[in-house]
């Protein structure tokens, strides 16, 4: 009788389980529709360049199965880590790589972005990513607490978060990888309690920075060109020429595509069409219905996430998984955004499925961070705990 006790307490319950189950599903299916898109939208690049057709694709599986593997390590570990000393060695080590970018960085396609380590390419931007949700996670649990002073969180708030991501923003000027931080952080001070007028200023002042960032800076402004394309002042072939490429993909797709494998534009038509346009490719091969299914399935990430974050043990835990969830969610529809012309380009990869091995690399990563909360979340969550004194009160009054 105890044992078969034992083993019902080691049972997981159903709102822990569930929710895990679907996020693996999710993120597996998207990996998967990934290698076959990398590898259909790159054949003909890599035949161009004079490389074999499956280049591109090794490539990704390698870089995935670097991915996984973190994910799973991070999976077994502790979450409650992040929330110590250990993260600040983790933040030392982007600001560092973050400095070498702007020092000795390699520079393509007019950016700055890319730093070479040896025979290995990095984007140090992609990981700076998790060490912001991170560390604003650490500061909002640290004040909830009352480990740390409103004055003193907000000080190490500013010069430990907003100051590196400013500096990204400079020396790279990068303002898609800035804009999904922002989101990532407005995120974990949503998901911390902070008071809801705090959030939406700070919203309100982002919204603003954004925007005077874009019209007050030409190459931002010219890709305003996605509004009319063909009248982009070089007869569609300057800053409009890659969103009407997108536009001509989309609309030869229909409703259930030219068939996988068929695409036109990836015969070096369409700019970047195995990463940041490879979903104008999935529009085009396999049509409205399989560009609905990605779309579908980012969003069971987002729902399934979100649920693992509603259910941790404690706030950290919960300002760590859902604004992990929240930042890879935003940065897929940003991309799709962007790819159906609702958006100005921003050069931001399709998670789980865009070629590029920073990328691929840093999203698995916060998914084990994710999963990580999801494991240590079997007992009541903070809410429900939450609610719990909130009734001892009431029966005690």
Not at 136 to 142: G, R
Request: glycine share 10%; net charge positive.
């Amino acid at each position: 009788m105890a044992r078969a006790q034992s083993t019902s307490n080691r049972t997981t319950p159903a709102r822990v389980a569930g929710p895990r189950l679907l996020l693996l599903l999710s993120v597996l299916a998207l990996m998967l529709i990934g290698l076959v898109m990398v590898y259909s939208a790159s054949s003909v690049k890599a035949i161009d360049s004079g490389s074999d057709a499956t280049s591109y694709l090794f490539d990704q599986v390698k870089y995935a199965a670097i991915g996984i593997a973190a994910a799973l390590v991070l999976w077994r570990i502790n979450y409650t880590l992040w929330s110590g000393k250990l993260v600040w060695a983790g933040w030392a080590v982007i600001v560092v790589l973050l400095i070498l970018v702007a020092v000795a960085g390699r520079t393509d396609y007019g950016a700055t972005r890319w730093l070479n380590i040896g025979p290995f390419s990095m984007q140090p931007s992609e990981f700076a990513k998790i060490i912001f949700i991170m560390m604003s996670a650490k500061f909002i649990w640290e004040l909830r607490n009352g480990t740390s002073g409103g004055w003193l969180c907000v000080a190490k708030f500013f010069f430990i978060v907003l100051v590196p991501l400013a500096f990204l923003f400079k020396t790279q000027s990068d303002l898609g990888t800035t804009a999904i931080c922002c989101m990532g952080i407005i995120a974990v001070l949503w998901l911390g309690e902070v008071p809801t007028k705090t959030v939406m200023g700070i919203t309100a002042l982002v919204v603003i920075v954004a925007i005077v960032a874009v019209f007050f800076v030409d190459y931002r402004a010219d890709r305003f060109s996605f509004i009319d394309p063909w009248n982009d002042g070089e007869g569609g072939y300057g800053s409009g020429y890659n969103i009407k490429r997108s536009y001509y993909a989309l609309a030869e797709g229909g409703l259930f595509g030219v068939g996988l494998g068929n695409s036109h534009e990836k015969y070096l038509y369409l700019f970047a069409s195995e990463s940041d346009f490879i979903f104008s490719i999935i529009g085009e091969e396999l049509g409205m219905v399989g560009a609905l299914a990605v779309i579908g399935l980012f969003l069971l990430f987002l729902y399934a996430g979100l649920r693992i974050a509603v259910s941790a043990p404690d706030g950290f835990g919960c300002m760590l998984a859902g604004g992990c969830t929240i930042m890879i969610a935003f940065q897929a529809f940003l991309n799709i955004a962007c790819c159906i012309g609702v958006f100005p380009t921003t050069g931001k990869p399709l998670p789980f499925i865009s070629s590029g091995g920073s990328s691929i690399i840093a999203t698995l990563i916060m998914v084990g961070l994710i999963m990580s909360v999801s494991r240590a979340s079997g007992g009541p969550s903070v809410y429900d705990r939450r609610r719990a004194d909130l009734r001892i009160v009431r029966e005690r009054s």
